[in-house]
């Protein structure tokens, strides 16, 4: 876990994961414990030994436990966390000269990497989702934290890895009536070269840790709904279908515009007008037609007008009084009732068992790359008409039964939020309705998508299972390059403009 040299003598000293009185993992440790404002220091060394075992037995033996510790700590008490620099290493006087420079590496740390830590915006959500969970949850959330938060930067950084059985031992001992020494107590035990060696961790750390976010959204969305991963396997193939979406370029602001423009032309019948009332302060406008005002305000047109013999208007009625006033500017709106309505899309993957296999060329399993694809067409439409004016249904089929109610579990847990708000609907593909309809299938397109608009199986049918993706719009079908996300971002945009047509 230390840096050193390959000599015997110096593995001796430096512990490499042994946790004695002058190993530079303990007395790192306790350093740390001391200079944190609050809190028992016993405690503390307690805490980030019990966060480092999960870490360690996690595989990232390399990561010193000071840095756990500090990592650690930060993210329960977010900006509340107090560090007080190098002023407990004054305490070691024996060793001036070693202190000195423990004293320079450690502000010099917490200068580059704990105080930007502490203002990070994917720290920020860390510590507030932390916060957020239950107690017994916590420190479960804590330790699964750091192992995502340090996995990227230990390999690289070129630390020693640790004993994570002698990490155990020494755990046991702390909660036994054999304490962990006081900080003050270790530090004193402290030997000049294992207070070198602390210096090279910081300075190691300082240099792979600073100026880098410590959380992707995949991390951030996993320590949300720890408690709902029913296992390791679903947490890492969330994760992977996660990080797939969120690796796709945003779209571009032309596209945007177009859908928003034709986001507001769905007709619908009068009958139907209040399914999905329009208007409000966002869309209200001093501009627009006669058919487009609000009913309390048409209510006054040929009210009070005054009219000669032969029945002609002599003078304004109320509706132009009030038109005149200004009032319009708040009773007018662009969107007609008879053109806006909830919009419905449906998403159906075929075939799912047959999906899970991976192309050479395609960064992940096809089923994976075809559920992120789906996910971000529902956020992207979401984004741009509006999450309460869209209804998603997403419909998973296959042969193998065990295996669809697998990927239709994973998509239940990734949208669990839009499923309770009703906002996404998890059907069958035998009820999925016609309308809105987009099919991410490892057939080719029908002979069916080839007829007049209304008489095909899909506003778009998208042939999944290689390297390029033939995406059939009933017009101009279309061959893409997945291998990349730009390929993945042409077939998400592909799916929106038909989703808008």
Known sequence: MTVGSDDADDADVEGAGVLDATSPEAIAA???????????????????LRWGV???????????LWLIHDLGYALLRGRAARFKGGRAVSGLAVFDDDAALLRAARLAYEDRVVAPWLAEPSFVAAHV?????????????????????????????????????RLRAALERSSGPERVADAVTLARRATPRALAAVVQQLERVRGALGGQPLFLEEDLWELAHLQDLPGEGARLALRTVHATMARLPPPT??????????????????????????????????????????????????????????GLPTGPDLFDLRYVEGELL?????????????????????????????????????IVLALAVCLRVHRDLADVVGAAALQTAFALGGDDPAVVDEERALLATSLRADVAHRRVALIEPA????????????RPPPTAMREAPRQRPARLWVQVGGAQWLV??????????????????????????????
């Open 30 to 48: 306790a350093l740390t414990c001391a200079v944190v404002d609050g809190g028992s220091d016993d405690d503390r060394v307690v805490t980030a």
């Open 54 to 64: 999960d870490v360690w037995g996690a595989g990232l033996d390399a990561a010193p």
């Open 129 to 165: 989702i932390v916060a957020g969970l239950p107690a017994p949850l916590r420190d479960r959330a804590v330790a699964h934290a750091l192992t995502l938060a340090l996995e990227r930067v230990v390999v690289g950084v070129g630390l020693r890895a640790g004993n994570v059985a």
């Open 253 to 310: 602001p032309g596209l945007v515009a177009r859908l928003r423009r034709r986001a507001r032309d769905v007709a619908v019948d009068e009958a139907t007008v209040d399914v999905f009332p329009a208007g409000g302060f966002d869309a209200m406008s001093t501009r627009g037609t006669f058919e487009n005002l609000v009913r309390s305000e048409v209510a006054y047109v040929g009210e009070g007008r005054v009219t000669d013999a032969r």
């Open 330 to 366: 708040y009773y007018t709106r662009d969107e007609s009732p008879l053109f806006e309505q909830r919009r419905a899309l449906t998403l159906i993957v075929e075939h799912t068992d047959t999906l899970r296999h991976k192309v050479a060329a395609l960064p992940a399993q096809t």
């Open 431 to 442: 009820t999925a309705p016609l309308r809105g309809r987009v099919v991410l299938s490892p």
């Open 472 to 501: 059939d719009d009933g017009d101009e079908p279309a061959l893409v390059d997945v291998s990349t996300g730009v390929g993945l971002r042409d077939v998400v945009d592909r799916i929106l403009i038909a989703a808008t047509r």
